[in-house]
């Protein structure tokens, strides 16, 4: 009971209202804030880190492997579209020749 009776005229923790400061407890939330921004930056991190590791391990384990008697799978899609472009340029280029060709022949013909 006596300790019940010393308890109720207080504020929480036991705290006299008279002996608080709020300048302190301004003090320690903000430090407290901080520390807590502070861990959840760190934990940030670290969690952004594993991500990296993780998908950098994907990528080592999907490096494909060719065949070597099947030239033309390419294993990885950058190349074929790369092969196909060359191609399409390549087919390009040989049309707009022939058409040259032809103009210049119609040309001396006429």
Do not use: C, F, W
């Amino acid at each position: 009971e006596n300790e019940r009776a010393a308890l109720k005229p207080s504020t929480r923790y036991g705290l006299r209202a008279s002996r608080l400061d709020a300048q302190e407890a301004s003090d320690r939330l903000y430090n407290d804030h901080r520390a807590a921004e502070m861990r959840l930056a760190l934990l940030q991190e670290r969690a952004e880190e594993e991500e990296r590791q993780k998908v950098e391990e994907s990528r080592t384990r999907r490096v494909p492997q060719r065949v070597a008697s099947d030239t033309s799978i390419y294993g990885n899609p950058g190349e074929r579209m790369y092969q196909e472009h060359r191609q399409r340029e390549m087919q390009r280029l040989t049309q707009a020749k022939r058409e040259m060709e032809k103009e210049a022949a119609e040309k001396n013909a006429g």
